[in-house]
Each structure stands twice: as structure tokens, then as C-alpha cells.
């Protein structure tokens, strides 16, 4: 049995929907990242960077509990765990592995601050709105010129590459995007999303998830509170 410790965003998602995928057992614990969960005891001690999500398998590799933190570790945890969704050969698992890195080091980073100046700064900066949805754009430029020669993200297949990228891409309106400017996006967008584990993925605790208004609750993930040392 696998747990997993998260919240409803685009990195839980992610893990979220590999484990769907997998058709691995697993129990969902919510992390509340607006009430400070994040930063308790007990999570940092499987996830010291205190960020979600976490899970902790019972059954690791070698027969004993094993805990991991970063959503693409994960992914590439449970793609070795069942032999799913990395490739088969080295050259198939490398091309997967550099678009999983190209999610972590940018395209997720990157939206995310789209996000954060777009919607959640406490002022409006015209230079970051501009520079982080300007670098959205030019990020689903690059995913629209990989998608135009290849049905996923790593080639013919769907991989962890796409599972790692397409729950960000779920908001691309508060991103500043049309996503209809970006055919290829669109179409690998649609495909994705139209897959059942997909969709039972991004339900799993999504009714826990409130709109961000509260004032305690944007400190705790923007304010003083997130650079406190623990």
C-alpha cells in the first residue's frame, strides 16, 4: 500500500494520476498547504523541503518502507516500481527523462510564478506579469513544436513526461494562454484529458480545495511564515 501526502495542485496531480494509472493501491492524506500542514513535524520528516506531495510505499525495493519527496522522483519511483510509462529502452527512457526534466526545472517553476504574479501578489507588477506569462508562452511554444512531430511529449508513447506536464497545463487561462494558439498543445491536451485515470486522478481530494482568499492562509504559502526556520 502506497500513501500519499498531498493537496489538490498541479504537483499532487501529477502523482495523483500516475498511481491511477498504475492501478496501484494507495490511501490519499491531505496536506492542507493553507493551514500549515506542510510544516508539521511529521511531514518534514518525509518531506524535508516542506513541499507536497510525499508518499511512503510499505513494499520499497528491497522489501522495507521507503518515503520520497519531489513529484518527479516519484513518477520515476513508481514508473520503475511497475514498468510503466518511462520506456523500455535506454534511448526511450533518456528522451522521457529530459522531457520530465524540462517540467521540473521549467515549464512547472515557470507557470507557477505566472500563476502567483498573475493572480496572488498582494501588487501588480507590470514587469513580472510580463516576463513569467511571456515565458509561459514561450514554453507552450516549445511544447507545440514537440507535439507537431510526435504524438506525447517523448514520442509515440505516453509517459510520465506527459503525466508530470499536462496538470499544469489544466490552467493555461490564468496563465494568460489561448490554448486554440497552440494546435498541437490543444490536441495532445484533449487526448490526455479524455483518459479515465486521468480524470479520476484530479478529483482525488479536490473537494478539499477552497479558493485562496484568506489572508492567514496566503501568508502561510507567500508571506514570512513559508521562510521561518524549522
Not at 495532445?188 to 489572508?215: C, E, H, S
Amino acid at each position: 500500500m502506497i500513501d500519499v501526502y498531498s493537496w489538490p495542485t498541479p504537483n499532487g496531480h501529477k502523482v495523483h494520476i500516475m498511481l491511477e494509472e498504475c492501478a496501484l493501491a494507495y490511501r490519499a492524506h491531505a496536506i492542507d498547504i493553507g493551514a500549515g500542514d506542510q510544516f508539521e513535524p511529521a511531514f518534514l520528516e518525509i518531506s524535508p523541503n516542506n513541499k507536497i506531495p510525499a508518499i511512503l510505499d510499505s513494499d520499497g525495493p528491497d522489501g522495507q518502507p521507503i518515503s520520497l519527496f519531489e513529484s518527479g522522483a516519484i513518477l520515476v519511483y513508481l514508473a520503475g516500481k511497475t514498468g510503466k510509462f518511462l520506456g523500455t529502452t535506454d534511448r526511450e527512457k533518456f528522451n522521457t527523462l529530459q522531457w520530465l526534466m524540462f517540467q521540473m526545472g521549467g515549464l512547472g517553476p515557470m507557470l507557477g510564478q505566472a500563476h502567483h504574479f498573475r493572480l496572488y501578489a498582494p501588487e501588480h507588477i507590470d514587469y513580472a506579469v510580463n516576463r513569467y506569462s511571456n515565458e509561459a508562452k514561450r514554453l507552450y511554444g516549445v511544447l507545440d513544436k514537440q507535439l507537431e512531430k510526435n504524438e506525447y511529449l517523448a514520442g509515440d508513447n505516453y509517459t510520465i513526461a506527459d503525466i508530470a506536464s499536462f496538470p499544469w497545463t489544466r490552467s493555461w487561462k490564468n496563465q494568460g494562454i489561448e490554448l486554440s494558439d497552440y494546435p498541437h498543445v490543444q490536441r495532445w491536451f484533449d487526448a490526455i484529458n479524455a483518459r479515465p485515470a486521468v480524470q479520476r486522478g484530479v478529483t482525488v481530494l479536490a473537494d478539499r480545495r477552497k479558493p485562496l482568499t484568506d489572508t492567514k492562509a496566503k501568508d502561510i504559502l507567500f508571506g514570512q511564515s513559508q521562510y521561518q526556520k524549522r
